[in-house]
């Protein structure tokens, strides 16, 4: 039988939450827009050092996408949103009154906390749409909502902070208060137990069964995810020096205004990816990673203007904001319900991991093609980008992912 039964009040409050939370999941994105100012106050720190600040981040982020999703058979997602969001208000206090005169290692601290709870809240509300939907198209659906939010709160931070940050730094972190209304939407709205009892039961008696029926191609949804985003952090790791130093296109203004049209994009993309997913079907990851793959074409062939990179930085919010979506609608069709969470959880470690990891995969592969230098890692990115487009029409299209829902577009997610 299909189910096409429409959401429940009890279900659109849950989305609801979830997508409120979604839009502080970017917080850290902040630090990026104003890092350069943070520096000028800790002169005496090593260079090494400093960077700690950014990149801590990702690898606490990475450890924590891991561990959240066991903690979802045995705690309640709501409270671990809380926890996070609590976490949240803490660290931009603290950046807010002690910044630039704390010692820097308060600020990688606050930094890897900052890591931390921005992984849980990235996690969290696409697993709460996962478990509070009734067929594909719904959580393809309201997991594009969830995304959307997620990157127009990054455009928020990214845009608004950066432009307080300019004056003064610290106070940038005034924005992290929007936490404040957030987390009382998420006390008010988001059900408390998600059947945890239910869960835990069923968990401590079937969980290796359950582990047992996911499918080995989901494995390699899993790499083809991490390869994605070794592909997409070049962006971010480049684009300031790219329009700054190597092609004089403009300022830090214009290397914000690029960061924030990438978010922005990607936000306008989980609005609208559900009719997406209509058309492309089986085609749609393999769509997206082209999309990442033109982006860098043009990035590399279209220099002399800020009309290739702005181009290029479209095609790839685009990419990013269809990416998440795309695979959990994937993912939940094939796994049952009480793995989900687990398994959303780790598509974000492996994004983290992705993320951290990036440098050390992308340096190796410009060298080979030249130098270590800002073309070479676009072109070498550029030919990662063909290779993760192809073994995505491996995995998506000719591994047969779908298939059978493309008969029955309605199936219910449990299996």
């Known amino acids: 039988m299909h189910n096409h039964r429409p959401l429940s009040t009890v279900q659109k409050r849950a989305i609801f939450a979830a997508c409120a939370a979604a839009v502080v999941a970017m917080d850290n994105s902040l630090g990026n827009s104003i890092f350069a100012y943070i520096v000028e106050d800790y002169p005496q720190v090593p260079h090494s050092t400093l960077y700690l600040f950014q990149s801590i981040g990702h690898v606490i982020g990475m450890i924590a996408a891991f561990i959240v999703g066991p903690l979802t058979m045995r705690v309640s997602p709501k409270r671990m949103i809380q926890f996070a969001i609590t976490g949240m208000i803490g660290v931009g ?44 198209h719904q959580t393809v659906k309201y997991s594009g909502y969830v995304h959307a939010c997620t990157m127009g709160g990054g455009f928020f931070f990214s845009l608004l902070g950066g432009c307080i940050g300019s004056i003064h730094w610290q106070w940038a972190y005034s924005l992290y208060l929007i936490a404040v209304p957030i987390l009382l939407v998420v006390m008010r709205f988001m059900p408390d137990d998600m059947g945890q009892v239910r869960l835990k039961n069923r ?30 952090f070049t962006y971010k790791a480049v684009i300031s020096e790219y329009i700054i130093h190597i ?40 769509a997206l990673t082209l999309m990442m793959t033109f982006g860098y074409l043009s990035m590399a062939a279209f220099t002399s203007s800020m009309l290739g990179c702005m181009l290029g930085t479209m095609l790839l919010g685009v990419a990013k904001g269809g990416m998440m979506p795309a695979v959990v609608g994937e993912l939940s069709l094939r796994l049952p319900e009480e793995v989900v969470p687990l398994c959303v959880s780790a598509l974000v470690g492996f994004m983290n991991l992705g993320m951290a990891s990036s440098t050390y995969i992308i340096d190796p592969l410009a060298a080979v093609l030249g130098a270590e230098d800002i073309p070479h890692k676009i072109a070498a990115t550029l030919i990662a980008g063909l290779f993760i487009t192809l073994t995505a029409a491996g995995i998506f299209v000719a591994g047969g992912l779908r298939c059978k829902e493309e008969k029955d577009p309605n199936q219910p997610l449990r299996l």
């Not at 820097?104 to 696409?126: F, H, R």
Request: with cysteine; aromatic share 14%; charged share 10%.
């Open 93 to 136: 206090m603290v950046y807010l009154l002690f910044g630039g005169k704390c010692p820097y290692w308060v600020m990688i601290a606050c930094a890897a906390v900052d890591g931390m709870e921005s992984s849980i809240i990235s996690c969290l509300p696409a697993a709460v749409v996962a478990v509070h939907t009734n067929n594909i």
């Open 203 to 232: 968990m401590d008696q079937n969980f290796f069964r359950h582990l047992r029926k996911i499918p080995p191609i989901a494995l390699l949804i899993f790499l083809q995810y991490f390869l994605f985003y070794v592909c997409a």
């Open 247 to 286: 092609y004089s296109l403009g300022t830090s203004f214009q290397a914000g205004v690029a960061n924030s049209v990438l978010t922005l994009v990607g936000g306008i993309t989980g609005i609208f990816f559900g009719r997406a997913s209509h058309v492309l079907r089986r085609w749609l990851v393999p």
